[in-house]
């Protein structure tokens, strides 16, 4: 069965202080995955997809990287405003468009 | 463009009660679908569509019911309402080989 499964479950850094987000996945055929943004009272917003193991994404501070069993995203000197709710989700090889997602982590940066 | 429009953006039912809730997007994307977004979950897909006349169910797909009519539009409709559907609904579209999906900004539904 696919899964995806998503740690911690929420994160609290100073600002500036650097760390990663862990999303472990199982699938048959993995296609892509994916990492979103979520702030509260709003949708999912897209941030990257990572096609195969070895590969990285940046864009400002935050660096996704992906390995056959899971992906982190770096988050380097973060600001508060990248506090926000980190949704991870996975295409499996036989569906063109449904994805598995897993819970998300909260992150809070405090000023 | 306006990207993916939701409405209502809040909603309050009691038990047995039905309703309809709105997704629009102007982006000509040819997938659409519905999630439910409740605390300490993923997201769980409840119906999805790949083109206008066409639908499936998702993982979670019973008390619902969706038509696709036109390629921008995809409602969701509630039979009658439980106190289990209590939820926030999400529509997103998307388009392509790369996958990459655009959300509403959420439906917030509340069934008493």
């Known amino acids: 069965e696919d899964q995806v499964t998503q740690s911690p479950e929420a994160l609290r850094l100073q600002e500036g202080e650097s760390s990663s987000l862990n999303c472990s996945y199982t699938v048959s055929g993995l296609r892509g995955l994916f990492w979103y943004r979520q702030d509260p009272g709003k949708g999912p917003e897209f941030l990257f997809t990572l096609y195969s193991a070895g590969e990285e994404k940046e864009k400002e501070r935050l660096k996704a990287t992906l390995t056959k069993k899971e992906s982190f995203l770096h988050i380097t000197a973060p600001k508060p405003e990248d506090s926000a709710t980190y949704l991870c989700?996975?295409?499996?090889?036989?569906?063109?468009?449904?994805?598995?997602w897993g819970a998300g982590t909260k992150l809070i940066i405090k000023p | 463009n306006a990207g993916v429009t939701q409405t209502p953006k809040f909603q309050v039912l009691k038990t047995g009660q039905s309703m309809t809730l709105q997704c629009a997007q102007d982006m000509n994307h040819e997938y659409m679908s519905w999630y439910r977004q409740d605390p300490g979950m993923g997201l769980r897909l409840i119906h999805y569509?790949?083109?206008?006349?066409?639908?499936d169910q998702g993982e979670v797909p019973n008390g619902y019911n969706v038509s696709r009519s036109t390629t921008e539009d995809f409602p969701l409709r509630l039979l009658s309402a439980a106190p289990s559907q209590t939820s926030v609904y999400f529509c997103a579209s998307g388009r392509g080989a790369k996958n990459i999906q655009y959300f509403g900004a959420g439906t917030r539904l509340s069934v008493l």
């Open positions: 569509s790949v083109g206008a006349g066409i639908t």
């Open positions: 989700a996975v295409q499996g090889g036989d569906s063109n468009y449904q994805l598995i």
